[in-house]
């Protein structure tokens, strides 16, 4: 088992910045495939971000890239997303999953959600426009 606890989410105006955490337990993190997702009210879930375990390779969905970092700390558990020149349509909920297994093998499999096994609570940002 893997506990993930997201955190540094609130509000910030369209064009800020603001970096959201993920520290997990529970399992060896190093060997842990991390993602981030996102769920803003009356939508689906999305994906957002990725990284493998090692931190050598990461995914973005079109709407972040460029805009959007992920990043890891394997000696502290944590992964980190940083986000700048955020926009009123960044506004969501954000959720840091984890998947014992690396998605990154073969197609795009970091974009589905039902392959991860773990999940946070999920952190609240908000862009004010």
């Known amino acids: 088992q893997a506990q993930l606890v997201e955190s540094g989410g609130g509000l910030v105006q369209a064009g800020g910045s603001l970096r959201v955490s993920c520290a997990a337990s529970?399992?060896?993190?190093?060997?842990?495939?991390m993602g981030w997702f996102r769920q803003a009210p009356g939508k689906e879930r999305e994906f957002v971000s990725a990284?493998?375990?090692?931190?050598?390779?990461?995914y973005y969905a079109d709407s972040v890239k460029g805009r959007f970092t992920i990043s890891r700390d394997n000696a502290k558990n944590t992964v980190y997303l940083q986000m700048k020149s955020l926009k009123a349509e960044d506004t969501a909920v954000y959720y840091c999953a984890a998947s014992a297994r690396e998605l990154d093998y073969s197609g795009r499999l970091y974009y589905r959600g039902t392959l991860y096994a773990y999940w946070g609570q999920g952190v609240q940002v908000t862009v004010s426009s």
């Open positions: 529970g399992r060896t993190f190093s060997s842990l495939f």
């Open positions: 990284i493998n375990s090692r931190g050598g390779s990461t």
